[in-house]
C-alpha cells in the first residue's frame, strides 16, 4: 500500500512522511492544506512526546475541532495522515498500521 | 450523651457534656462533671481547658488561672486556652500578660473577635491615661454639671463607658454588677476603671465640654443612680458576666440618647447571669471534635459527583486509571492508585498539549479536542475539559473510542463544576 492509497479514503485530506527534522519526504494533499507545515508539525510532535515521555517509537492522534491529524514515527521517518473529523477514523488506523 | 457518660466514665466525651452544660448555663454542672472525669482522665488537657473556663464564667479567676495556667505548657497552641488566659489577667489587673495571651489566641485564629476587640481596649487604655482623666473631667463637667466633686470623681470613668465604646467582655460583666444589690459591690480596682479617650469621640457630649448645661438640661439626667452604678459594675469581676450576650447591652447603650439612664433599664440583664457565652461554645465545639475519639468524616467536596461516572471509566479492563489536571500541569484529582509519577505526567502531558495547541495554529486550526498518544506498553488519552485536561491511560489494547464514550460523561460533569 502506497500513500495514495491513504488518500482515497472518504474525507481523509492528505498524508506524507517526513524525517525527524520536519523535512518533507514525500506528501499527497488532496485538499487546501500546506504539506510542509503539516509535516513540521508532525514531526514537532512526535519529537515532543519522545522527549517529554521518553519514549522510543511512538503515535500520536491529535483531534481538533475540524481536522485528526494522525502521526506515527517509522523506520523510514514519521508519518502523518491528515482527515476530516468526521472521516472514519476506524478505517484510516487500520490502513495506517498496515501502511507502516 | 449523659446516658452514654454513666455508661462509661472513663470516656473522653465528659468534656463534651461539660461543654454543653456550659453552654448552657449550668456551670456546675459542668465543673462537677469536669473534675469528675478528671479524675479518670488526669491527663485530658481539653477537660481542663473546659474547667478554667467555667471556673472564669463562675468568676473564680483565682481557681481559672491556676488550672489555665497549668496547662498551658502542653497546650499552648490553644486558642481557647490564650483567650481565657487573656481575659483572667485581664481580670486580675495584668494587662500586659492579658494582651500577650489574646495575641496568640490571634495568631491562632485571627477571625477571634473576643479576643480582638479585648486587645483594642487594652492597646488604647495603655497609651492615653492621661488623656483619659482630662477627658472625663470634661465629661463630668457637662453630664453632671453641679454634682459634687466627690461625686464626679467616682462616676466619670463610668459615664464614658456607658455611651462610648462597643460593648465588651468587661462592660458585660459591668452590667451584670448593675443589676446587682448595692450590698455586693466593692471598691474599683485595676486598669479596666478607665475608659479609653479615642472611643470616648463618637459621643457629641465628649467632645463639647465647654457647655454641658446647654445639652444636658438637668431633668434628662439622672447623675446619682447612674453614677453609682456605673461605677461599681466597673469595679469587680462577677460570675457569669461573660456569658451575657451582646444584645441586651445594645438596650442599654444607646446611641441617640442622653448616656445616663436610669438603673431600671440595666435591671433586665439579672437573668441573664449564667447565659452562654455567644462566640465560645462554637470555638470550643470546634477544638473538641478533632479530640474526641471521633470518626472524622471528610467533607463532601465538589468531585464526588465525578466518582460514580470515574469508577464505570475505571471498571473497563484495559482502563490503569485517570487524572484530572489544569493545563498549566497542576494535578486537580487523581484516580490513578498506586502511581507515584502522576504528578510528572501531569506536567509532561499539559507540556504536550500546550506545544501541540501551538503548533495548530501555524494550520490555522483552533481548538485541540483530545489527543492519544500511544506507547510501546500504554496509551494515554488527553481529553480538554474547559480549563482541565482530562488524562485516561489505558494499555496499549485498549480501545479508544470507547474510551472516549465513557470519558464525554466525565468532561459535561467537569466542566459543570469548573466551568
Redesign the interface.
Known amino acids: 500500500m502506497k500513500i495514495e492509497d491513504l488518500t482515497k479514503i472518504h474525507k481523509v485530506l492528505g498524508a506524507g512522511l517526513v524525517d525527524h527534522d520536519g523535512a518533507l519526504i514525500e506528501s499527497r494533499i488532496t485538499f487546501d ?2 504539506a510542509e ?2 509535516g ?2 508532525a514531526a ?2 512526535i519529537d ?2 519522545k522527549e ?2 521518553g ?13 485528526v491529524l494522525f502521526t506515527r514515527e517509522t523506520d523510514k521517518g514519521i508519518f502523518f495522515v491528515v482527515c476530516q473529523k468526521d472521516a472514519n477514523l ?1 478505517l484510516v488506523k487500520v490502513k495506517i498500521d498496515k501502511l507502516t | 450523651m449523659a446516658d452514654e457518660l454513666t455508661a462509661d466514665s472513663g470516656a473522653l466525651i465528659f468534656a463534651t457534656l461539660a461543654d454543653v452544660y456550659l453552654s448552657s448555663g449550668m456551670i456546675d454542672e459542668a465543673i462537677s462533671i469536669l473534675k469528675d472525669g478528671l479524675v479518670r482522665n488526669p491527663t485530658y488537657t481539653l477537660a481542663k481547658i473546659i474547667l478554667g473556663r467555667a471556673y472564669f464564667i463562675k468568676g473564680n479567676i483565682e481557681e481559672s488561672l491556676k488550672i489555665l495556667e497549668g496547662v498551658y505548657e502542653e497546650a499552648q497552641d490553644s486558642e481557647n486556652l490564650n483567650l481565657y488566659l487573656g481575659h483572667c489577667y485581664n481580670k486580675s489587673g495584668e494587662p500586659d500578660k492579658a494582651q500577650k495571651h489574646y495575641e496568640e489566641a490571634l495568631k491562632i485564629n485571627p477571625e477571634n473577635r473576643e479576643a480582638k476587640r479585648e486587645l483594642e481596649i487594652l492597646r488604647s487604655r495603655v497609651p492615653t491615661i492621661p488623656r483619659e482623666e482630662k477627658a472625663e473631667e470634661k465629661v463630668v463637667e457637662k453630664r453632671i454639671g453641679e454634682e459634687p466633686k466627690k461625686k464626679k470623681e467616682e462616676l466619670l470613668p463610668h459615664a464614658v463607658i456607658v455611651g462610648e465604646r462597643k460593648p465588651t467582655f468587661s462592660d458585660i460583666e459591668s452590667k451584670l454588677k448593675a443589676a446587682k444589690p448595692p450590698s455586693e459591690v466593692k471598691p474599683p480596682e485595676g486598669p479596666e476603671t478607665k475608659p479609653p479617650v479615642e472611643e470616648a469621640e463618637p459621643r457629641e457630649e465628649v467632645t463639647l465640654p465647654e457647655a454641658p448645661e446647654v445639652r444636658f438640661p438637668e431633668e434628662e439626667v439622672k447623675p446619682h443612680e447612674e453614677i453609682e452604678i456605673t461605677h461599681e459594675e466597673e469595679v469587680t469581676p462577677h460570675k457569669g458576666s461573660q456569658a451575657m450576650p451582646s444584645e441586651p447591652i445594645e438596650e442599654v447603650i444607646p446611641t441617640t440618647e442622653p448616656d445616663v439612664r436610669p438603673v431600671e433599664e440595666v435591671t433586665p440583664l439579672e437573668g441573664v447571669e449564667h447565659g452562654p457565652i455567644d462566640v465560645t461554645p462554637t470555638q470550643e465545639a470546634a477544638e473538641i471534635l478533632p479530640e474526641e475519639p471521633v470518626e472524622i468524616v471528610a467533607p463532601a467536596t465538589p468531585f464526588d459527583a465525578l466518582d460514580e461516572p470515574v469508577k464505570r471509566l475505571l471498571n473497563i479492563n484495559t482502563v490503569k486509571g485517570a487524572f484530572i489536571a489544569s493545563k498549566d500541569g497542576l494535578l486537580i484529582q487523581n484516580y490513578y492508585k498506586g502511581r507515584d509519577d502522576i504528578e510528572e505526567i501531569c506536567a ?1 502531558v499539559a ?2 498539549y500546550n ?2 495547541t501551538d ?2 495554529k ?2 490555522k ?12 506498553n500504554e496509551t ?1 488519552c488527553v481529553i480538554n475539559a474547559g480549563d482541565t485536561l482530562f488524562t485516561v491511560i489505558t494499555q496499549q489494547e485498549a480501545k ?2 470507547i474510551i472516549f464514550v465513557y470519558a464525554r460523561k466525565i468532561i459535561e460533569e467537569i466542566q459543570g463544576i469548573l466551568g
Open positions: 492544506y500546506d507545515k503539516l513540521a508539525m514537532r510532535v515532543r512526546c517529554s515521555l519514549i522510543e517509537r511512538t503515535s500520536v492522534i491529535l483531534y481538533t475541532q475540524n481536522i476506524g | 509532561l507540556e504536550i506545544d501541540v503548533s495548530f501555524m494550520l486550526e483552533e481548538g485541540l479536542e483530545r489527543c492519544i498518544i500511544e506507547k510501546y494515554i479508544p473510542g
